[in-house]
């Protein structure tokens, strides 16, 4: 069974540009979760959505927001891109309760 | 929110050294995880804990639901379990919570 996959793996934008990134579940996991690591606040939880709806938020601005589709794909988006949004950012499926990651995608924000 | 203590924050061994990994918790938890994130960021799944203990190979883990802490072991250490290993608990509210993590360094 395939396992977490994200695109882009990737990404440079400048201040003030906004970014999409997407995720896909392994197959017939509806539990979808987005994480924000970075060096100084380490790994810290965005959001949960599980069949469309979003069930949990972390503590991010609203600049993050996120949503879920029908087939369980996830994408989140960050508005007016900071500085400090620079970080990997990894999603997860889950399927009765253990979570399973993709390999991040890897922000830049010049 | 749930708050995971890891420690040691650092660990350097000698390769075919033990050694112990701990992780404490401020409450109940429903699921615990142990993860090892590889050099390109990926978390890679070790173990699904709540409660109990597991084993696999080298690695294995306990967990004491009921005094709040989870212990990794790590027998005859090779190279190539360098990295962080990370805690994450999940207090029934659809997320994971995570520690600092522990950088292990092994020494050939």
């Known amino acids: 069974k395939a396992g977490v996959t994200q695109t882009p793996r990737y990404l440079i934008k400048t201040r003030g540009q906004q970014v999409t990134l997407s995720c896909s579940p392994i197959s017939g996991h509806r539990s979808v979760s987005w994480y924000q690591q970075t060096p100084g606040q380490g790994l810290q939880f965005l959001f949960e959505?599980?069949?469309?709806?979003?069930?949990n938020k972390g503590n991010f601005p609203g600049r993050f927001s996120g949503r879920q589709f029908s087939n369980s794909r996830s994408e989140m988006n960050v508005s007016t891109l900071e500085l400090g949004d620079s970080a990997l950012y990894l999603c997860?499926?889950?399927?009765?309760?253990?979570?399973?990651f993709g390999p991040g995608t890897r922000l830049t924000v010049l | 929110g749930i708050q995971v203590e890891q420690s040691p924050p650092d660990l350097i061994l000698q390769e075919g050294a033990n050694s112990t990994l701990r992780c404490n918790f401020s409450d109940s938890v429903n699921n615990l995880q142990w993860f090892h994130q590889n050099p390109w960021g990926q978390l890679i799944n070790l173990f699904y804990?709540?409660?109990g203990t597991k084993q696999n190979g080298r690695l294995s883990a306990t967990t004491v639901a009921t005094e709040r802490y989870s212990l990794l072991y790590i027998s005859s250490s090779q190279t190539t379990d360098s990295g962080v290993y990370f805690c994450?608990?999940?207090?029934?509210?659809?997320?994971?919570?995570f520690g600092a993590g522990t950088t292990v360094t092994v020494r050939a």
């Open positions: 959505y599980f069949s469309e709806t979003q069930r």
């Open positions: 997860a499926s889950s399927l009765a309760g253990e979570e399973f």
């Open positions: 804990i709540p409660s």
């Open positions: 994450a608990v999940d207090g029934g509210d659809y997320k994971l919570s």
